[in-house]
């Protein structure tokens, strides 16, 4: 039997597209016996949040992306939606409202100023209510350029006046959720060793100017160019939370259990220790994803921690 002492920085995202997945209260019931104490879901479910009901496990709850057009129109659809969906869980307890997930500017819910009207609506839905659930977007590495060199990084020009709201609706929560998931955004794309991708520690990637800081990892040069570019933009006293992090076990080229089990073990441990642009703080970190989902496309459907009929770790994982 494995038991799992997740570090308290650690989460794991519960997505829900598959039609074989366990029951609500069984995958709650899983976080609790493996010590899993934070959870992101990509909208709410109330089967779900009935589950998590005095759990004291911590949640970040994404309003999907296909809600946001009705939401920036109506401050009363946004009252309704945090009143079924948060008010009446008040025994759950939300860490953050994400208002959409890697909205593209191009996108329905990216077009003109509906992601921004839709996350002050939910705000002020929040502060309406009462409640002090912080509210952000979450965005994602394709939103950012020049992150070959970590000082570098910026904001493209598509994405800075497009995010450029949501930082400084983030400034007051002193987070800023964004999704850094190595092999989708890199190992496809480019041709780099292996062992920079899986954070083994013995590969430095290079040093960077101004600061001089060293990279031994490809996560730790995403997230630093994240922080240069919030430097950048008015967020520099921002924390960055990454809300999605993770390796498939098929499905693409250098998808493996073997790398999956490397990656997910040293992310665990790596986090722990901050970036080198953030030393000594630990890195609020959600891996993706509880299941295997098979509703999803290509790799995709294989990022999965565990089996989904037969509730299995798919390898072992060392959580201490």
Partial sequence: MIILLLAVQIGVCFGQSGNNLPKPSDVVAMYKQYNIQRVRMYGPNPETLDALRGSYIELILDVPNGDLKRLADSQTEANTWIRDNVQMYND???KYISVGNEVKPGDTAGNGSILIEAIQNIDKALSEAGLGIPVSTTTYMGAFTHTDLPSRGRFSNEY??????????SWYASDFLCS???FEHIFLRHSI???KFLLHIHCVIRAT???????????????????????????ESLEVVVSESGWPTQGGPGASVGNA???INNLIQHVKNGSPRRPGKAIETYIFAMFDENERANEDRYF?????????LKYAVNFN
């Fill in 193 to 195: 060793k292996k062992s």
């Fill in 304 to 312: 999965g921690l565990f089996l989904p009929t037969t509730r299995q």
């Fill in 209 to 235: 100017l101004p600061n001089n800081l060293s990279y031994k990892n490809l996560f730790d040069a995403n997230l630093d160019s994240v922080y240069a570019a919030l430097d950048k933009s008015g967020g």
């Fill in 261 to 263: 089990e490397t990656y």
């Fill in 180 to 182: 850094v998931l190595v």
């Fill in 160 to 169: 800075r006046n497009f995010l450029q709201p949501v930082i400084y609706i």
């Fill in 92 to 94: 759950v307890r939300f």
